[in-house]
């Protein structure tokens, strides 16, 4: 149902934010601060994305498991640098039947420690191993300012977490990992990604490194879309996780982990969406044609819905379809509707376009004003055409606004004006410090989104303390 009008981006971004997830009926704010209820347009884009997820999960050879909501808060403690990044976010329960329990237990925020004290039980050998396991779950982490799917207490994701017998395999499981999040993104979402690895400052609490893909919102704000971390033998020392090598020697496991959530949905409605609302990308849009029937009579109803019929058998599975064949409303209101809530192709069908054997297109992607008249022969040929074409052409869009929108810096102050005037990527020098890299963020709000891989060997000075620099780093304000 459209209430309310769509602030512009240009106005206001949040709030044009807020009001496309709101007015489309992707997402509700719940009766619990922090949390938010996934509508069922919403929680389709979220399916599409784990089948397409899981898919290439299955193919890199994972399977999927279910472990416990609960952790006992002792586990927490076993990795020094997990517990300080976690614990102040977490949910801690000391309750239970009424009764206070012997030790409280954490609502996960994320599950590496009761995963691990499961690894210790199931591996002995190398002929354990590898493990490579996906779990499909809710996290929590308490947070005091939310957002709509970008920022909630509790929230959807995956994570992979998988044990090895070398720490090259551990290598090779987090890069191959991050490339499956960054094909994702970029072949089912339409989204650019840069990847790279995180500063030491910006990764994964008990991580010896975190690789990441970031995405370029249309505020020209950063967005991580996903990580994937390698942890070494930290976990598996904590939990005291070894096995015995071909050689007979005992040694401690290697591991990995890695993540996306329903942030996602936030980031591709950031990257593709315009004043007129949603635009979703067809590989993930929960309807990718709607076909809105014209007619003014039973006799002229009854010609259209059959030929809609013999549609939707030919379109039917190949080509996720809806008709919208509601009675109480005009088309011209449908038409605005779907419009708004981005549905890639819209099909209008009247007794004309019957007599003349086509049917009148609308792309989300071009204007509303833009329509194609197509033959009703061959319709499914046209139809996954254009998706392809439409898939092309918003991806296109994307890399062109990112590019446009990264910036080379040489000083601090082009630096500063940059941020403060156009923002996007900042590429600058930087010296490698930590201490420097803070200094920045606190005077800026700009935090370094990678080390890119693909980033080129240049001699320069870090654009804060003129330190020697070897490449330059993309900084940005973020989500
Ligand atoms: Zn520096």
């Known amino acids: 149902m459209a209430k309310l009008k769509i602030t512009k981006q240009s106005e206001d971004f949040s709030k044009w934010y807020v009001d496309t997830v709101l007015n489309t009926d992707m997402a509700d704010y719940a009766p619990v601060k922090g949390c938010m209820v996934i509508k069922p347009y919403g929680y389709a884009v979220w399916e599409n994305i784990q089948q397409a997820l899981d898919k290439m999960f299955k193919d890199t050879g994972h399977v999927n498991a279910y472990f416990p909501l609960f952790i006992p808060e002792s586990f927490l403690h076993k990795e020094a640098e997990h517990v ?25 925020p994320t599950s590496e420690t009761i995963i691990w004290s499961m690894y210790a039980k199931w591996i002995d050998s190398h002929r354990d191993l590898p493990i490579l396991i996906n779990q499909w779950a809710n996290v929590v982490r308490w947070e005091m300012r939310t957002r709509l799917f970008l920022r909630t207490t509790e929230f959807l994701w995956q994570e992979g977490h998988t044990a090895h017998a070398t720490a090259q395999e551990a290598e090779f499981e987090t890069r191959q990992m991050l490339d499956v999040y960054a094909n ?23 991580a010896i490194y975190t690789l990441c893909v970031e995405a370029l919102m249309k505020d020209k704000r950063a967005l991580q879309w996903g990580t994937s971390h390698n942890l070494g033998q930290n976990f598996a020392k904590a939990f005291n996780v070894t096995f015995q090598t071909e050689a007979g020697t005992r040694e401690h ?22 004043d007129n609302g949603l635009k979703l990308p067809p590989k993930l849009a929960p309807f990718q044609v709607v076909i809105v029937p014209i007619y003014y009579n039973d006799e002229e109803r009854q010609a259209v819905l059959h030929v809609v019929d013999r549609l939707l058998a030919e379109l039917r599975p190949d080509v996720r379809v809806k008709v919208d064949d509601r009675d109480n409303y005009k088309p011209g209101w449908k038409f605005n509707e779907w ?25 989300r992607d071009a204007g509303p004003k833009e329509k194609l008249t197509v033959s009703l022969d061959g319709m499914k040929a046209t139809i996954l055409d254009l998706l392809d074409q439409i898939h092309r052409g918003m991806f296109a869009a994307a890399l062109k606004f990112r590019e446009d929108n990264s910036h080379r810096v040489e000083t601090y102050e082009q630096f500063k004006d940059v941020l403060d005037n156009q923002l996007g990527f900042v590429y600058a020098h930087w010296c490698g410090e ?11 709000k700009a935090t370094i989104r990678c080390i890119p891989f693909d980033q080129p060997p240049e001699d320069g000075a870090c654009v804060h303390c003129g330190k020697p620099s070897h490449g330059r780093v993309p900084f940005a304000r973020a989500y």
Not at 255 to 274: C, F, K, P, Y
């Open 434 to 444: 930590t201490v420097c890299e803070q200094a920045i963020q606190d005077e800026t």
């Open 253 to 274: 496991v290697w591991a990995t982990s890695w993540g996306v959530s329903t942030r996602m949905i936030g980031g591709l409605i950031m990257v593709h969406g315009d």
């Open 184 to 206: 994702f993104a970029e072949e089912f979402a339409a989204v650019p990604v840069l990847r790279g690895r995180k500063t030491d400052k910006e990764k994964f609490a008990g």
């Open 339 to 363: 419009e708004m809530k981005g549905v890639p192709l819209r099909l209008e069908l009247g007794p004309k376009d019957i007599a003349a054997n086509h049917a009148v297109i609308a792309r």
């Open 84 to 108: 300080e990044g976690f614990a102040p976010e977490c949910a801690v329960v000391t309750h239970g039947g009424g009764k206070l329990l012997e030790e409280p237990l954490v609502v996960r």
